[in-house]
Each structure stands twice: as structure tokens, then as C-alpha cells.
């Protein structure tokens, strides 16, 4: 220490800082479990979770784990953080994965989102429900939704609704089951007339039946009575 000054000599002989743990978290206070759910990475995203990490994490934008392997469509990794109940923090993306998963009829799926917080009547960017894309041919999913207190006379922006989704599938047994719960066609006199008109011309009497299962009146007339 010769030569040295006061302040010197103390700052050598100072005890040293124990070098800090790096943080586990990026600047976007992302985790790894963020990084290996948006990577689709299963085994990464296993060992984390047994590890103890935390599964509902949010990153600086909102985002947990569920919520990066739901925007990148990572099925595996959606189908494993769903069995240890992560959440999904990202309102917008719980509602597009719960629509598709009513396109598809995965009802274990369904009841996750919808004990997430999910609205049963939750619809997508052309109005259609949940309920309405269930109704194309998958009884179980409709059951659920309905279960759940889905509107079976909820319409899209094209005057849709689920009953004419199971009318257009031709499934009979849908259509039955939501009229009694329900559901009905709602068209003007003159559109029913036209459309049964239409079935009859066409010698389809399979959906003639479908459309007065689905409420149409018999007796409808058109402009021309």
C-alpha cells in the first residue's frame, strides 16, 4: 500500500460485494417458461413446471406462459399447461383459442375456458358465438355450451345463428336439441315462404323437415300469398 493515499488504501482493503445472481428474468420480464412455451418447446416447458416455476407469470405486455403457446399455436404445450391450470392472462387470445375450440368440439377444452373466465356468449370478429360454431355437427360441445347458458338465438353479422348452422349441416338431432332449448329461426314470412318454397322445388324434403324443426312456419306466404 506505499505510495498509496488514505482513500485508497481503503477502498483495497475494503471487504469485496458478493457478485449478484443474474435475474431470471429478461428485460421484458419474460421467463423461461415464456421463452419455451413460444418456442413450442414441451420438454423445456415440463421441466420448468415440475421445477416449481411460476405458471401464471405476466410479462411487461400481459402475457403468461399459456397465453405465448396459444398466439404461436403450440398444441402440445397449450394441451399440457391446460392440465396444470395456467391461466391465460390475454383476454383476446382466450376468446379466439375458446372459439376454436368450439369449431373443433373439444369440450375439456371448452369447460377450461369457461372456468377461466371466458363469456360463454363471446364471438368473434363476424359476430358468430361459440354456440354457432359447435352447431355445425359437434352434439357434445353444444350440450356443454348450452350447459354453460350459451343464447341459442344469439345472430351473427349475416343474420345467422346456431339453429341454421344445423340446418345448413343437416344434423336433425342438433337442430332438435336446440329448438328445445330455445333456438329458432327468425326470418321474415316472406323469407320462410321463399326458402321452403326453394326446398319443395328441389324435391328436398329432408330440408324442408330441418327447416320446420327449426321453427319455420308451414303456413308462411310470401309477397304473393
Not at 370478429?125 to 354457432?132: E, I
Not at 355437427?137 to 353444444?142: K, L, N, R, S, T
Not at 338431432?173 to 327468425?186: E, I, P, S, T, W
Amino acid at each position: 500500500n506505499c505510495g498509496r493515499g488514505p482513500a485508497a488504501r481503503e477502498a483495497a482493503t475494503a471487504p469485496r460485494e458478493a457478485p449478484r445472481r443474474p435475474s431470471l428474468l429478461f428485460p421484458s420480464q419474460r421467463t423461461a417458461l415464456h421463452i419455451a412455451a413460444a418456442e413450442d418447446n414441451l420438454v423445456a416447458v415440463k421441466s420448468l413446471v415440475e421445477a416449481g416455476t411460476n405458471v401464471g407469470a405476466a410479462d411487461r405486455w400481459g402475457a403468461a406462459p399459456l397465453d405465448e403457446a396459444i398466439r404461436v399455436g403450440a398444441r402440445p404445450v397449450i394441451d399440457f399447461l391446460l392440465s396444470v391450470d395456467a391461466p391465460t392472462l390475454k383476454t383476446d387470445e382466450r376468446v379466439a383459442s375458446f372459439l376454436n375450440d368450439a369449431a373443433s368440439g373439444d369440450t375439456d377444452r371448452l369447460r377450461h375456458w369457461l372456468a377461466h373466465g371466458v363469456d360463454v356468449n363471446s364471438v368473434d370478429y363476424d359476430g358468430r358465438s361459440g354456440l354457432m360454431l359447435a352447431a355445425k355437427g359437434h352434439a357434445a360441445a353444444v350440450n356443454t355450451l348450452l350447459g354453460a347458458g350459451a343464447d341459442p338465438v344469439l345472430v351473427d353479422c349475416f343474420g345467422g345463428c346456431a339453429i341454421l348452422e344445423s340446418v345448413k349441416a343437416g344434423r336433425a338431432d342438433l337442430v332438435a336439441l336446440l329448438a328445445a332449448n330455445g333456438g329458432a329461426l327468425k326470418w321474415s314470412d316472406d323469407e320462410t315462404a321463399s326458402r321452403m318454397c326453394t326446398a319443395v322445388g328441389n324435391s328436398d324434403v329432408a330440408l324442408l323437415k330441418l327447416y320446420l324443426a327449426a321453427g319455420c312456419r308451414a303456413d308462411a306466404g310470401d309477397y304473393d300469398k
